[in-house]
DNA sequence: TTGAAAGCGCTAACAA
DNA sequence: TTGTTAGCGCTTTCAA
């Protein structure tokens, strides 16, 4: 690889020069100097050291993705399709950019902060932070910081010092309107599936609430179908909570992924969907469209949500400040054909 | 950050001792300097500056994972869920191996190229490169390179040195065992469904074709079911292909993908999978389990392709040959409900 | 308009 | 066993 220095020799100047015609620095160098470096840059195939680059400009162009990862699942995070759809459309963001994305997946923030420091990246974008996780990162880094699907107390919000953006989802209202749905359609008992009670999936499960509670509908603990989601435990825990569907007229579940497999245990134990059982999912993402039934889901605008998240992010490290805290979508149910309206009550 | 200057003028001492601990070169270290440094070093969280580390050593801990991007595709390369698969378990280990993974993705050889070198990556995981690409990364960059189910010819393989591997799958015989099942369930008339002809589809396309000819069937242009698999115009291109389905016992199809959104344009037409025509998959990625009827598929081990990948290219940057230039996995057919014997022939 | 030189943080050859 | 020092390739201040 040939270098600034080698360049400036060979063409007789001073490293300077060749640095300034390569940054477009030319108001301070002649157009004969210019043309004469670009020929040659042209010629020898010069490519700069981005290692070096970054050490002296003490910037790294790289942008990090932070995912924590809960313990065993099932399946390889990167392998949900909501996570897959997400990651795609930042890296293309990112690129399109001219920055570099650094995937650091891990369950230990504190391993991500040391990374993340090590290799001075110049902004994190943060996912599915829980509690004050977002908070640590943010002290022990100080730099731009965008959160996606991040819930977290007012109290620690202040505490970032007005530089805390989240990038969200109504997921409340959006789980809200799923379980109206539902009860529009004449369903009654209603199962939540999930297998977290946090973040954004307990958002989720207060919307349903909310909803039942406007249907004047009761909610017993039962009702919340609580998932396993090891790999070793995930199959026999969908027929479990398959066996418990004959009791419900639906069941809300918190993805995609997971209402699908969900239908796929009904079926196993003789249960139609959605003749005795409605299910929906949430995101939109193609499993819903690859199911049979299609899933009736809710929709989020999984490319806006990306593209807005770096847009913000590229904007705090070029030193605009974020404009609000909380960038929130709106997510919409979408019918397809794993809900009907009641049956079971009118027959039985 | 601190630095390691500051670190030896605190501790009183110089650089090389506080690197050499660092470094855990403690052979030439007192064992009191040690515990002295580590102690300091943990109190003040030092953190190494990788791009200043990586300067003076000449090696990056990167590892570039490229993916060549054909055109506008219907979906982002990585929610195809064989590449998010096969991400995740690279991710994974090129992270326990302490290394870092950089993602480059794009249309353009030259382009990846440069990024490659400019941050001097240690070694590179190359995906369905085509022709000489893989050779032409190759000549500009001189360092371990592993491809993944790259076919190229003896004489490009020649050029490369002995320093080519490639990780890849009996794809060819895969497909001819697949559609031996097929022809074994009693069809005769059986479509080829994909997006291309080059690379891993054109082998299995051969496969195919060998199949049907020990089979003593004929084929026709007409039997390749090609797929316009661009955004605007996939849909159009499944109806027009369902349509043409009719006329045919079966549909192979180059991924589960495909397979899934073959069985649904065929729903459109009146077509029932199995009954009508049968349609099989491939790669046995999570649309094969999520879709109605799930697809006989043939599966491939993605894990151990991905392992197999980032074990034989650390062991290359480490220094030890390759023993092979060729590591291929052996696919098998998975029987599941997309597939039927021959119902038509035998009533019509 | 151009150049010299210091320094980014770290490694490693060499000296002590 | 420890320290000095010369780079790695680039940016940038300051001087010419």
Chains 1, 2 share one sequence.
């Not at 193609?286 to 889901?297: A, D, E």
Request: aromatic share 8%; charged share 30%; glycine share 6%.
């Amino acid at each position: 690889m040939i270098t600034i220095k080698e360049i400036a020799r060979q063409l007789n100047m001073s490293t300077t020069t060749v640095s300034n015609v390569i940054h477009g620095k030319t108001g301070e160098v002649s157009k004969e100097t210019i043309d004469r470096v670009r020929e040659y840059l042209d010629e020898v195939g010069y490519v700069p050291n981005l290692n070096a680059q970054n050490l002296a400009a003490n910037q790294s162009h790289i942008i990090g993705v932070v995912i924590k990862t809960k313990e065993e699942r099932y399946m390889n995070i990167l392998s949900e399709p909501f996570v897959s759809g997400m990651l795609g459309v930042i890296e293309q963001e990112i690129r399109k950019a001219g920055y570099y994305m650094m995937l650091y997946i891990s369950e230990d923030i504190a391993d991500i902060l040391n990374k993340v420091a090590a290799w001075n990246t110049d902004g994190l974008l943060l996912f599915w932070m829980l509690d004050d996780d977002a908070l640590r990162v943010y002290k022990h880094y100080r730099k731009p910081v965008v959160c996606v699907d991040t819930y977290i107390s007012r109290e620690v919000i202040d505490q970032f010092e007005n530089s805390f953006v989240n990038i969200g989802l109504e997921d409340e209202q959006g789980t809200y309107e799923a379980i109206k749905y539902l009860t529009d359609l004449g369903h009654k008992k209603i199962a939540f599936l999930s297998d977290n009670r946090e973040g954004v999936d307990l958002r989720r499960f207060r919307g349903y609430r909310q909803a039942l509670e406007e249907a004047g509908i009761e909610y017993s603990d039962k009702d919340f179908f609580e998932l396993r989601s090891g790999k070793d435990e995930i199959d026999a825990s969908f027929d479990r909570l398959a066996g418990k569907a004959k009791k419900y007229d639906a069941v809300f579940c918190c993805s995609d992924v997971y209402a699908s497999l969900f239908i796929g245990a009904c079926e196993k134990v003789g249960l139609k969907v959605p003749e005795d059982v409605s299910v929906m999912g949430f995101d939109d993402t193609f499993p819903s469209i690859l199911s049979r039934p299609t899933l009736t889901t809710v929709h989020q605008d999984i490319e806006k949500k990306g593209k807005l998240a770096i847009e913000t992010l590229l904007k705090m490290i070029q030193g605009v400040p974020p404009k609000s805290d909380q960038i929130i979508l709106k997510p919409y149910v979408i019918e397809r054909d794993s809900t009907s309206s009641r049956h079971k009550g009118v027959t039985g």
